[in-house]
């Protein structure tokens, strides 16, 4: 049933199952690998998913353009979750497979920046070939085309293998960030550390309005924890921008910023409110002097007894 | 009945009572000269009058620094109308008086800027005394006290006096801007040409205060058309900003930008919304891309559909 | 001769005269009094003396309007010190009159705010008529026409009067500032809690350029102690602005928004930089990060090899 | 030699070259085709070559991420010119091939979104498969492996291949924009119609950091045509900004801006300063008021002024 169902970039054993793992919901879900994020979230759009589970970023490699674009045009979705992920490898093996016995390794192109050093200084003779994901790289480990994978250690028990090593970095926190996308919907209620995702569509005939909508923002003291361009395929010098900003919708500085840019451009999605994933204390900054919901509507109050004349 | 009387800054004959009677309802109005500002506006605050008319500024001299004060502390008292005044002087003399037999000349210190130059010119051996209104120098004129007076051309009927010269002004544009003063109420409909009035108070404990104040007004784009600041009488360095800004309380821009004001400091006065007394066209600004009322109300509705989930 | 003497605004004994005699050089220097402040600082410009001490700001009645005018036009001149002096009264009496005996007081109208309160509850009997100047008031006791004066305790000794009270004002924190003026000259080097003032006159036409004016501040990190406008005389509307700003011309993040205050309009007039009377440690604020003066250098440095392609 | 040698992004008969070939000089220098943009630049670093051309934004893409990251870490770069070029694709066929003989495509990835309506219109039973290279492909359908490929016409000589259709293209306006990088030296004078480009970072820390450095260009006219984020490898949060700003690092109020983002943060890469391909009349966007070199110069003269005590 669609309402139990939820998708995620698959195959099995990738990052991205791993990370939907870490929503406890997951247990009681049916989880659908998808062969891409379009897939994964077109399953949503036509009823077949109530979510997909996708990355949207990548602490190396940046956005996730795919995501992003599927995610600004087409029919509107809605991010309800995000989750965080730290990504370290694990090299996977046949069982008995020694360190020297490796030739040849595989994994998914991106996997490379993280492994490179370490490949270099323990298996500096080795061969790489790129792989469609890195669980088809365990997979084709398997099936005994390659002699070692790079991969989620959680991968290992898919395709049994084993990991002959684990905690595989060349970089240290290298995050991968994955939302969960589902149908527009009244967005959970604020949990004190939330964040707001919009997209926001700039012409290049207005070369000041970046900094307008900045101002917007900042003028109700609420902190933009991402910016993100993307070209929107109308030519050189248009560009939407992706927005995270914390706080929810129904913050009144949060609110009132969010129409702050709706009017400065009618071409605005809403993407969601959401809980931030692994909130550090030190994150959370302290609400700006006159930007609380109270003094916001201490604010409203005494504008309305000014136009009744009642002051 | 006070309903019907109008105070103002007396005596009979100054450029006060000049203004006051371009406004139309001054014909049916009992119009009472009183010694002072102060006087004028506690016969409002009091009931005893509906309405005070009271210098508020100058091009020679500045802000009246006694209404300005007047207005800011004690009860509240709302602005319901501007006149704007050409102030140009007539010599006024006894009838018969003739040029060559002016001596002596009076008039209120604060015409002096503005008839020095003629003086020099006409009368340079004549000798000046100061009298306590332009209007009183009139009286002291009919008395025999002195030969001639600058005053408004409208005094000489009062005092059985006759111009001998009109049209006397040093520096041309020179002007006084005087406010109809009433008690609280629901502000006049909006004319398409107004001005909003508030003053807000800002400690020396943070000196960006005034830079977020502006901002207020202009991510809204809101012009101002004074900012005049003024001491609160706590020590060097404590200050409230009096502004005039254009625009009505009842625009969606202007009361979101008074209540980012309310929320800069709870300490801000609202002293009214009124019609610009005479707007040249070239004064009226556009509205700036995303300011209208059309353009904020889409803008909360979309935000309502975001926070429902209808998007 | 000339440059060892200073005028003040007179007569003697007032407070003017005290604040003067607060700074150590006034031991050496021969003291002028002088009927007005345009006579004081005229004395300057005409090189009759070294420098002048007037009042520029009254933390109960605001800025002095006759010096900031004077400042503005005309010859230039430049602040090179700035007094704070706390202003409380004396009631000064010829010896042997005790207060039973006081039936007539007397002083400059711009006392009667600060001991209003007092009178009220020691002497409500007594009858106040104004002098040009407290020691004016001091001198018409002294020739027996009012029993008592309100003045600076230091004008008992010129009088020959005695303080039958001492310290009487109705508000706290009442100060005036007043300034050491002279022509211009290079400012004295920096002291660490230094001072700009500097006005600058902007026209109706740009209603935006308050706001760029405070951002040119804003942008370098300068904060500000005070803006005041005033009327250009050129009709309402037209305002200059009076800005003192922490720091000193010598300091780059000063120097350069001078600069861009400059380019704002080229109608701006630099009034010095000169210490600050009476800092306390907590009016000392922080530089902002990126705004010191080694920071500066680094960055013109770095600018310099960017353009020459050294990098 | 080294100093006549270009490299490019190869092979040879991609739109790299053509784009090349648009450069006067390209005539009288040796063209070097490599592998990946890394090699094409690495050779610039190590001497080998003089310059490089490569892709750096895409209007379909975004920008091409392996150039941006090329061009922010490692030896510094400079970029001496910039080049557009509109994509279109040819379909590319061994001579005598028909419309109707095709069963085989191929093409990079990249080309796909700009074929596909076209395909599914023309060639709806075709099956497609990727090649290493626009030009790859055509190599291919050379040697018989394919029975097209979509390449840029100009590489149609090269493969002794001709082409079936010209000028195909999904979006109007696809463009993608080369930069043409050498070692670092003096930028070439200013044309009056130029581009400066800028790297800088910003740690998670400072979250207002982005609107201080939008400001630092606003509060000096500066235009910006680009910004676009770019993650460091440090862990999510963490953004590097690549911006490309209206006008010459000789500009003075360039210089100014680019030394304010010097002070935000030390860790700022300056990329080059170069005339803007194919500048329309109408991008050419007029100097704001107080921000020309004439009105820098005279600002600074009257800075050293006032410093002087000469005014």
Known sequence: MSATRYTYLGPEGTFTEAALRK???????????????????????????????????????????????????????MIHREVLLSITFALLVRPGTKLSDIKTVTAHPAAQPQVRNWLASHLPEAVWESAASNA?????????????????????????????????????????????????????????????????????????????????FAVRGVNLMLIQSRPTGEGIGHYCFAIDAEGHVSDRRVGEALMGLKRISPNVRFLGSYPRAEVRLEDLSA??????????????DWLARCQDGRF
Chains 1, 2, 3, 4 share one sequence.
Do not use: C
């Not at 589970?53 to 087409?74: F, K």
């Open 23 to 77: 929503l406890p919901e997951s247990a009681t879900r049916e989880l659908v690998p998808m062969v891409s994020v379009p897939a994964a979230l077109d399953a949503v759009r036509h009823g077949e998913a109530a979510a997909a589970l996708v990355p949207i970023e990548n602490s190396v490699e940046g956005g996730i353009t795919t995501t992003l674009d599927q995610l600004v045009s087409g029919e509107p979705l």
């Open 287 to 300: 609400l700006r002097h006159g930007t609380s919901d109270a003094e916001f509507v201490a604010a409203s």
């Open 136 to 216: 088809d790289g365990a997979k084709l480990v398997q099936e005994g085309r390659f002699d070692a994978a790079f991969a989620g250690e959680f991968a290992a028990a898919t395709y049994g293998l084993e990991p002959l090593f684990t905690e595989i970095h060349d970089a240290d926190n290298a995050q991968t960030r994955f939302v969960l996308v589902g149908r527009p919907a009244r967005p959970a209620a604020p949990t004190g550390a939330d964040k707001t995702s919009v997209v926001i569509w700039l012409g290049p005939d207005r070369p000041g309005a970046l900094l307008e909508l900045l101002q917007e």
